[in-house]
């Protein structure tokens, strides 16, 4: 008997027995995170070991997913570990979702949405908090768009649209640059080059506008270095009414705070409200930190 096809196979065709998926969850229901987190690889490796690199699980509650353990760093790490997977980032997130009124519609644009974890963790934690939210999801690279919607669709997610084109300070066309072993790494380059596929490329400000959003609450922001080109354009022409009030970065490339796209953050007035070890959050002054 075949194999089902990845891309054409209903979610549930790579569901786990029940005896692996009590495993994986015995992992993540450990108390403590150094040892969840020691747990969490063993039984990864274990899961993994009959050759199994994909798999189709509840990856955070009422959210599924397809997850691809070969080729995509955090698919692999959310399959065992949704519990630790990017946690201080995603607690504070759902710190803000918490805060607001149930009778407002909370906004979260999730920039680089690679196959749609950060957004599927929105939409759970919006409907444990009994919150309404919608979502912008923007990806450039096909095929992990073609998984972030597979994932929303066995979701059955709704108020969230995906756009499918590159972030950039202008219009135009950009090669987009697949690294070799982790598909999450897709890169922007302006430079002409044989290698990549050609996408579009729009503004931020575009991208919120089409999406028909009046306001960010959050913003989750991982585009592979094109942040601080990205930011600039954006804060040099869009109307502050729709500056995110909270924005997640990734910061350990940068030897200082104070460095690149978190930098350009604070020159415009943001606040550094959480230090992460690879992220940072930056908060307009009216708001604070979970």
């Known amino acids: 008997m075949s194999n089902p096809d990845p891309v054409s196979a209903p979610y549930g065709a790579f569901a786990l027995s029940a005896s692996d998926e009590s495993l994986r969850r015995i992992a993540m229901a450990l108390p403590t995170n150094p040892l969840r987190r020691g747990a969490e690889s063993i039984v990864r490796r274990l899961l993994m070991s009959g050759g199994r690199n994909i798999a189709d699980i509840e990856v955070f509650p ?36 918490a805060k607001n009124a149930q009778n407002r519609e909370i906004t979260f644009v999730d920039a680089g949405a690679n196959a749609g974890l950060y957004t599927l963790s929105v939409l759970a934690d919006a409907d444990a908090l009994h919150r309404n939210v919608k979502v912008l999801a923007i990806e450039p690279d096909p095929e992990n768009r073609r998984r972030l919607e597979f994932n929303l669709n066995a979701s059955n997610a709704q108020n969230v649209t995906v756009l499918p084109f590159a972030l950039g300070a202008v219009e135009g066309k950009a090669n987009l640059l697949q690294a070799s072993n982790n598909r999450g790494e897709v890169s922007v380059s302006q430079t002409e080059t044989s290698e990549g596929i050609i996408v579009p490329l729009r503004p931020l400000q575009a991208a919120i506008e089409e999406a028909g959003l009046g306001h960010v609450d959050i913003m989750k922001m991982d585009i592979e270095g094109f942040e601080e080109t990205v930011l600039t354009a954006f804060f040099s022409e869009a109307p502050r009414a729709i500056w995110p009030e909270m924005i997640l970065l990734e910061t350990r490339h940068e030897a200082a705070i104070t460095d690149g796209a978190a930098g350009l953050c604070l020159k415009h007035g943001y606040q550094l409200a959480r230090q992460m070890r690879q992220n940072a959050v930056l908060v307009l002054p009216n708001e604070t930190s979970s």
């Open 62 to 97: 009422g959210q599924h997913a397809r997850v691809h353990l070969k080729d995509n760093r955090c698919e692999k790490r959310v399959f065992a570990g949704s519990r630790t997977w990017d946690r201080e980032e995603r607690a504070t997130i759902r710190g803000v979702i």
